[in-house]
């Protein structure tokens, strides 16, 4: 089965810093991969997501993720964030042969300092 | 815009009772899923369901059922409620077909707390 690896449990840094989370999966198949945020006390929304084509995604608020397939990873970017950006963000995979199930890492939290 | 309601944000169940919780879709999707959130496990899928009466066992299905007997309401069932089922659990939907081109939707989650 699948899995998928999110690298960091916790980030803090401060506005105006730069955010990378890693996100590796396990299939050698053919993917489609999604980063997803929650906001304290909201629900999961959709960021971004790669089906086919160019490998850089831009997202909503300045969110960019990058698919390396030779790597298998999905890396979420933003160059500069902001207070607002605190929130957990999840990594989910869909293995296109495994229909429509999506395969979530274990999140990371994100602490913007203000 | 889809809206995927989840009738009960905050329930409290003693162990060994019958959990029903309710999840209402209202774009007519095909696709409705169950999943669970707990901290640095992410979200993992309970079960999900391609159409009215049809159900898929998800990655922890073990002490869980669901029912699908009208297309928009899908509901997941603990037959004897244990604490380890103390959770988030959330509700998504999508529209039919691969999930290629679609985009899953969630509820904003139910907090069982199970004593």
């Known amino acids: 089965a699948q899995s998928v690896s999110q690298h960091n449990h916790h980030v803090i840094l401060s506005e105006a810093a730069s955010l990378e989370l890693g996100c590796n999966y396990s299939y050698g198949g053919t993917v489609n991969l999604f980063w997803y945020v929650q906001y304290p006390g909201q629900h999961l929304q959709l960021l971004l997501k790669?089906?086919?084509?160019?490998?850089l995604v831009k997202g909503i608020k300045g969110f960019e993720a990058e698919f390396i397939k030779s790597k298998f990873s999905f890396n979420l970017r933003k160059p500069s964030v902001q207070w607002s950006d605190t929130a957990e963000y999840f990594c989910?995979?869909?293995?296109?042969?495994?229909?429509?199930?999506?395969?979530f890492g274990g999140g990371t939290r994100v602490l913007v300092k203000p | 815009d889809v809206k995927v309601t989840q009738s009960s944000r905050y329930l409290v169940k003693r162990t060994g009772e019958k959990v029903f919780l309710e999840c209402v879709q209202d774009?007519?999707?095909?696709?409705m899923f169950w999943y669970r959130q707990d901290p640095g496990l992410g979200l993992r899928l309970i079960y999900f369901s391609y159409d009215v009466k049809m159900k898929e066992k998800g990655d922890i299905p073990e002490g869980y059922s669901v029912s699908r007997e009208k297309k928009e309401r899908f509901s997941l069932i603990l037959e004897s409620a244990s604490t380890n089922q103390t959770s988030m659990y959330l509700c998504a939907s999508s529209p039919g077909g691969q999930l290629s081109g679609n985009t899953i939707y969630f509820g904003e989650g139910s907090w069982l707390t199970v004593v």
């Open positions: 774009m007519d999707h095909e696709n």
């Open positions: 989910a995979v869909n293995v296109k042969a495994a229909g429509n199930k999506l395969t």
């Open positions: 790669y089906f086919s084509g160019d490998p």
